[in-house]
């Protein structure tokens, strides 16, 4: 299980401050930083400490068991757009 | 005791919020004072964001108490650059001023017709359902059936949504009242998006898509061919989404949302009001950077409507006192300093600019805090090497700047007492607030 970014994220990227095993991407040192729609979890990389969740201004980001269910898409997206990102 | 640096922040949307927390974070004695031609702070999160958006509005309480917590923090709302104050103030009260006051007008589409009645910039009618100051006034008549939405970002795709959204979904939400009162009585049931490139080129994200698909009563349908070859994971995923919205069947809804590509728009057709749009239809040819432009093929049609957005794009327009690139519409600089073109593109000391006056209007609300970022590092630097030009002579007291408009000043009080306010009176209807429209209300309410 893992933590999950949703479509409300504002790549504000405090989640990538303080997530503690590089699992959020794109960084902002990251190439595709600046084109992002949104900001993914990779959920290989994730150890669900729960820090990503409290450091996001706007609540975008959901423990894996309280994703609500019209939310469960982004599941799918966040591991989709991590997948090859060495963690 | 002289502090080592203050710095105004001119603008308080989120480049100008992003770069006062980081400049207070980073330097333990900076003060700084973040001024807004509004009253209220926010910026495009309060005015631009729609309101079944308004979780994101969150970043700016944020901001605010991350600033807060510093204790050298002031805001100073209702001040304009060029009115209440000049450049030249600034710099007898600042080591450094920071300009983040974004691209407030919108490009045109520069077509005939585009001054018709119906016609619109996109940007007055978000403004006129944020409740605006400057566009709470306009009227927007919604008679018309078919609404055409010209370029197809996340500004376009919100306009539709909230022209085909069921009132009854946003009556809880922050929009204005008199925007609810309007959309109640609309008669519109199908909107046209036109993107002047392909599908894989379209301006809007993934997340506002997968939100169209969610919407309650409404068909969506995606003309055209969708492209196999992708360019990257993220053009790969707004086409798969595309993919999924074209075949999904039809539902027979009431309401009906077109997203139509490769056309531009030619004309504005009708006699005293919009009555039809003549589109262009184009083809994808290489540019001479590699990157797919749109080349019309000689076909046009013309599309009924009697209600026409341009979306386009936002457009900075110059600052009093300060050089602009007209070419860019952006301050010119160099990782954030303001560069003088009339010194041979030298720094201009003391003079800094991030977000949208200093990249242009692209990204999402984020990204400003990169860009801020970028700009306080630079700042920073110039404070520790001297780079800054003449220290100050004014003190840190209430900048005399200030006491010339010191009847319309809305200061950190009272833009809380407006807040309080909006808040109390959205409360019954169960909404997060209940906006004032005008600036006159919200001075009554800020001195109250």
Known sequence: ?87 | MNPALRVAVIGAGPSGLYAAVDLLKRHPEARVDVFDRLPVPGGLVRSGVSPDHALRRAVIAVCERLALGSGRFRYFGNMTLGEQFQVQDLREHYHAMLFASGAGSDRRLGIPGEDLRGSHPATAFVGWYNCHPDHAGQRFDLSAERAVVVGNGNVALDVARMLLLPVDELRHTDMADHALDVLAESRVREVVILGRRGPAQAAFTAPELLELATLQGVDIAVEGALPERVADAGQALRLQLLRELQQRPSSGAARRLVLRFLSSPEAILGSDRVEALRIARNRLVEGADGEPRAEATGETENLETGLVFRSVGYRAEPLPGLPFDPQRAVLPNAEGRVLDPERGHAPLPGCYVAGWLKRGPSGVIGTNKICSRETVTALLADASAGRLGAAPQAGTELPALLQRGREVLVDYDGWKRIDRQEQARGAPQGRPRARLASVAEMLLTANG
């Not at chain 1, 303080?18 to 902002?28: E, F, L, M």
């Not at chain 1, 150890?47 to 201004?57: L, Q, R, S, V, Y």
């Open chain 1, 1 to 87: 299980m893992a933590y999950v970014i949703v479509g409300t994220c504002i790549n504000d990227s405090a989640c990538v401050d303080v997530c503690p095993v590089d699992a959020i991407h794109p960084r902002p040192d990251e190439p595709g930083f600046v084109r992002a729609d949104m900001l993914y979890i990779d959920p290989q990389a994730c150890i669900d400490c729960n820090a990503c969740a409290e450091a996001c201004p706007i609540g975008a980001i959901y423990a894996p068991n309280k994703l609500p269910p019209q939310l469960e898409r982004y599941r799918q997206i966040n591991a989709l757009m991590t997948r090859g990102i060495p963690a």
